[in-house]
């Protein structure tokens, strides 16, 4: 039961952490509109 658990845990930290990456990508591509051709 500990198991699953810690590994729905890292799960969510895995997931809230590309969130996190997306917002700041798509901040950051917002900010400088000339970069938009980089990815």
Same mark, same amino acid.
């Given at each position: 039961?500990?198991? &699953?658990? /810690? !590994? *729905? %845990? *890292? !799960?969510? /930290? &895995?997931?809230?952490?590309? !969130? *996190?990456? @997306?917002?700041?990508? &798509? +901040? $950051? %591509? $917002? +900010? $400088?509109?000339?970069?938009k051709? &980089? @990815?």
């Amino acid at each position: 039961m500990k198991l &699953a658990f /810690i !590994l *729905t %845990l *890292t !799960l969510l /930290i &895995a997931g809230l952490g590309m !969130l *996190t990456a @997306k917002v700041e990508q &798509a +901040r $950051a %591509l $917002a +900010r $400088a509109p000339k970069v938009k051709g &980089a @990815k």
